[in-house]
């Protein structure tokens, strides 16, 4: 966590098999406008050493991308990734919007559980202004689906405890309209499955109205 709280900048690997010898170090060069990978932890001394800390670095959408997908990590990973996100979020580089383009992303790898990603939402209402596109666009994810994966009934929980701060989020058009027409819902509403998301679909439905 501190390479991307305090140096910005990742640690990766070229190889799947996580060897020492392919780490890397991945950053944003301004000027290339692109992200680089560094053989050197401090890219601008071309040294192993950790780069100096900095307390004004931008990141690229990529790297709140992961910061936001280490959510979905078990263990002491879920306090520090909940910590981390919350820095980023007063620091103002993860609004709605960021977490809006992050979902569509990790919604795509099998990797990432969507009902992981949304515990911090879940732990605290105080969130809901920045994290509330990981409901709508897990909803939406999950109406694409032959039926309901299991993980949606985590999402649909979650919203419908916050159904009345989202609708009215909504009438204040702090949710965008397109956005707060909740696409996918009413698919999984309509679903022919029998399931507890149907259910919840449903009930999520007519809260909004």
């Known amino acids: 966590y501190y390479d991307l709280e305090r140096?910005?900048?990742?640690?990766?690997?070229?190889?799947?098999?996580?060897s020492r010898d392919s780490q890397v170090w991945l950053h944003w060069d301004a000027e290339q406008k692109a992200m680089v990978a560094s053989i050197y932890r401090n890219y601008i001394d071309s040294k192993d050493g950790p780069l100096p800390s900095s307390d004004s670095r931008q990141l690229p959408l990529s790297l709140l991308t992961i910061i936001i997908g280490l959510l979905a990590q078990d263990g002491d990973a879920t306090y520090f990734a909940s910590r981390l996100l919350e820095q980023f979020i007063e620091d103002g580089q993860i609004g709605a919007d960021v977490v809006q383009l992050a979902m569509r992303t990790l919604l795509q790898s099998p990797a990432v559980s969507p009902a992981k990603l949304v515990r911090s939402l879940e732990a605290s209402a105080m969130l809901l202004p920045v994290l509330w596109p990981m409901l709508t666009e897990g909803i939406k994810a999950a109406s694409i689906a032959p039926k309901p994966p299991v993980w949606v009934n985590r999402l649909l929980d979650i919203a419908l405890r916050y159904?009345?701060?989202?609708?009215?989020?909504?009438?204040?058009?702090?949710?965008?309209?397109?956005?707060?027409?909740?696409?996918?819902?009413?698919?999984?509403?309509?679903?022919?499955?029998k399931s507890a998301a149907v259910d919840k679909a449903k009930k999520l439905l007519e809260t909004l109205k």
């Open 7 to 18: 140096e910005g900048q990742c640690q990766a690997y070229t190889d799947p098999e996580l």
């Open 163 to 193: 159904a009345p701060y989202l609708k009215e989020a909504a009438k204040r058009s702090y949710i965008p309209v397109d956005d707060a027409a909740w696409h996918g819902l009413e698919e999984i509403a309509q679903a022919k499955t």
